[in-house]
């Protein structure tokens, strides 16, 4: 989980709230992003940045939006468009390039609960 | 379109056995493939990569894992397991193929590891 934060870990909204996901890096990385993790499902891609400025929609990022204003930082918005949003997100970074395939760091997760 | 299955959802091993957790793979191009680890309530570690050249890795923790291009398999391993190795396990890969150098993975829905003392 070394060198990204997400905050807070745990997470309670009430139904048609949107609510801000934090992740915060400090690896230089200039890649960001954001999985929905769901029981039997594995990990699901919502948006993810290569760049600053610059972000593309992943699998599943209906009900969701970001922004990516600074490098460190790739904050998530969890909309009240989106219609199951309990779930476990996990944020990630990466190197970025072309001819090495760099793995991704995991930041350790926040736990979202909607009633 | 890039795929990853993990065929079993849950693995048991004895501690001191040796455990084998498997996983295939679709790309159109050349897979670079990775596996990850998470413990409960914990964000995925990274354990091992294949980008190419000898088909068996060794990863973190004793991990290994054999790349088989014929069966476009990926399987993870380890010789003698511990009880500490009890997880989950996620295989992911990406396509070297992709035109616009996308670093996207796409990962396996997971399978659970459980090391019996």
């Known amino acids: 989980d070394g060198g990204i934060t997400q905050s807070p870990k745990y997470l309670f909204r009430k139904e048609g709230q949107n609510v801000t996901l934090s992740c915060e890096q400090n690896l230089n990385h200039d890649a960001m992003y954001w999985y929905r993790q769901d029981p039997g499902q594995g990990l699901r891609l919502i948006y993810y940045?290569?760049?600053?400025?610059?972000?593309q929609k992943g699998d599943i990022a209906e009900g969701y939006s970001v922004s990516r204003e600074k490098k460190e930082s790739f904050p998530l918005t969890v909309t009240s468009a989106q219609k199951n949003p309990t779930a476990f997100y996990l944020c990630?970074?990466?190197?970025?390039?072309?001819?090495?395939?760099?793995?991704?760091?995991f930041g350790p997760g926040t736990r979202l609960t909607v009633t | 379109a890039q795929s990853v299955a993990q065929p079993e959802d849950q693995v048991n091993v004895a501690e001191g056995n040796p455990l084998t957790v498997k996983c295939t793979y679709s790309?159109?191009?050349?897979?670079?493939l990775f596996w990850y680890v998470q413990y409960p309530n914990r964000g995925l570690q990274f354990l091992l990569k294949y980008i190419t050249g000898d088909n068996l890795v060794k990863g973190s923790y004793g991990f290994e894992a054999e790349f088989n291009k014929s069966q476009t398999s990926f399987h993870l391993k380890k010789p003698s397991a511990l009880v500490s190795d009890s997880a989950l396990y996620f295989c992911?890969?990406?396509?070297?193929?992709?035109?616009?150098?996308?670093?996207?993975?796409?990962f396996g829905t997971g399978t659970r590891l459980t090391i019996i003392p």
């Open positions: 992911a890969v990406r396509d070297s193929g992709d035109l616009f150098g996308n670093e996207k993975l796409t």
């Open positions: 940045s290569q760049i600053v400025n610059d972000f």
């Open positions: 790309v159109s191009g050349n897979p670079y």
């Open positions: 990630a970074s990466s190197m970025q390039g072309t001819v090495e395939a760099y793995e991704q760091y």
